[in-house]
């Protein structure tokens, strides 16, 4: 066994991010800066908005929808009980507050919340880090919050964690606090939310034809290997985290009931379609599919919208948020030819009735890697030249990254390389890993790389490194 032990990802090197070509000038407005700031956030907000400047965004004083990123304040009373116990809940949050006065959709990606407090995040476990920031979000209602942690000094800086929906928490320090943070929220508001933009084609798959499908029960067994080898959590209840009150009427007027975590699927040589689990919006969790618990993604091309395949007679729940990430690097990889064997089975074969993409199957968990066996799987590292931050789920740019990822790939692109599996980090929130169409795959979808991971990958669901 050839293990590489994995220490972070390499901090993102120097580098003018406005350089990228994904980089745009952004409209930039912040709210709440005098009556809800302490001295260490006025401070850190004066300075994270000549940053903007300097970088060639615009400071907005006013703005009505014509926004790319809404800066919003908020007090945390100090105290001795643990700081997510201090979080305070209002009606409306804070962010539905600001999304309804400035002309934005509530639950847009395009706010993100500022708060001072004594705390320094960094020597929390990051558990402890996770759970306290998606109390704060889900009492804010904003997707992404900045906890500025203050010094001995009025004014003084310590630390700023970036905080974001799927469990990221990446910490700056000084010098150059305010112009690191400025690129990481310049990143994810480059990125654009793509997670909604998917169109239904109605009776697109003959009900016989989906019915024989073994790919929803491929998918139902993949779902709980996953949860016994903990790959996949339980869904969290958003009642978790605010009062019944606030839970009801997110649930009412936004859809928001639970988070599930993760996500798995597989290309159907059968269906010549992408099937992947349901979003977890949608109520489902993937350890326990059903049969409508997935769904059809059209192999079109990444650039193309969207299309869910709906079997016929039946109404499918919206993908996962990681289908287009996964439809992204599908058409980044080597096509190559499979046949139905006698069992049923697909295998490869240069003569096979059907033409697939080289990857087979894949699965993306919360959880962080410490070691691999190079040998069986190869780990690809993060293009931290090109994309030195992470995005978030659901955006363009990490579709992007995705597709980057697996172009860098040996195991992928090198015909005499026989590693079956490959895995890369996604930066601050989990890993995605997927499995290819090679000699020696087992028949079933998903168990060669299960395998991979609970006997030559060592993970785990309580830490995930953060860096720099």
Request: hydrophobic fraction near 40%; include cysteine; aromatic fraction near 6%.
């Amino acid at each position: 066994m050839t293990d590489t032990h994995l220490g972070p990802a390499a901090s993102a090197p120097p580098h003018d991010l406005s350089a990228l070509p994904w980089w745009r000038p952004l409209l930039v407005q912040a709210v709440g800066l005098g009556e809800h700031a302490g001295p260490t956030l006025a401070a850190f907000g004066r300075q994270l908005l000549t940053a903007f400047e300097e970088q060639g965004h615009t400071v907005m004083q006013h703005s009505r929808g014509d926004i790319d990123l809404l800066l919003v304040a908020v007090g945390i009373p100090d105290g001795p009980g643990p700081l997510r116990e201090r979080l305070p809940e209002q009606m409306p949050p804070v962010a539905v507050a600001a999304c309804q006065e400035h002309g934005l959709r509530v639950g847009s990606r395009q706010v993100v919340v500022l708060a001072e407090i004594p705390e320094r995040l960094s020597l929390l476990p990051h558990a402890d880090v996770v759970e306290t920031a998606r109390t704060a979000m889900a009492r804010t209602a904003a997707p992404k919050i900045l906890f500025v942690t203050r010094g001995d000094r009025p004014g003084q800086i310590t630390e700023v964690t970036f905080c974001t929906m799927e469990g990221g928490h990446p910490t700056e320090t000084a010098p150059q606090v305010a112009d690191r943070m400025r690129d990481r929220l310049v990143a994810a508001a480059c990125a654009r939310d793509i997670s909604d933009a998917y169109e239904v084609v109605p009776d697109a798959v003959p009900a016989r034809t989906w019915d024989a499908s073994p790919a929803p029960a491929q998918l139902a067994r993949a779902g709980r290997t996953m949860g016994k080898l903990g790959l996949l959590p339980p869904p969290t209840a958003i009642g978790r985290y605010v009062s019944d009150e606030l839970a009801r009427l997110y649930e009412q007027y936004m859809g928001w009931k639970r988070m599930s975590e993760g996500m798995l699927f597989l290309v159907a040589p059968d269906l010549d379609a992408l099937v992947v689990s349901a979003s977890g919006s949608w109520d489902v969790d993937k350890r326990n599919l059903g049969p409508d618990d997935v769904t059809i993604v059209a192999l079109d091309p990444p650039d193309s919208p969207l299309r869910v395949l709906a079997p016929e007679g039946r109404h499918p729940l919206g993908p996962s948020v990681e289908a287009w990430e996964v439809r992204a690097f599908l058409h980044a990889v080597p096509k190559v030819r499979v046949t139905r064997t006698t069992s049923g089975a697909w295998e490869p074969h240069p003569e096979g009735e059907r033409e697939v993409p080289l990857i087979r199957a894949g699965i993306h968990a919360h959880v962080g890697v410490e070691r691999a066996d190079d040998a069986h799987i190869e780990t690809v590292p993060p293009n931290r030249e090109r994309y030195p931050y992470g995005f978030g789920c659901g955006s363009d740019l990490t579709a992007q990254v995705a597709a980057d990822t697996v172009r860098r790939s040996r195991a992928v692109h090198t015909p005499d390389d026989p590693r079956c599996y490959v895995r890369w980090p996604m930066l601050y929130h989990g890993e995605m890993g997927v499995e290819l169409w090679k000699p020696g795959l087992p028949a079933e979808p998903l168990s060669g790389l299960l395998d991979i991971f609970a006997t030559s990958v060592g993970f785990r669901a309580d830490h995930i490194e953060q860096p720099v």
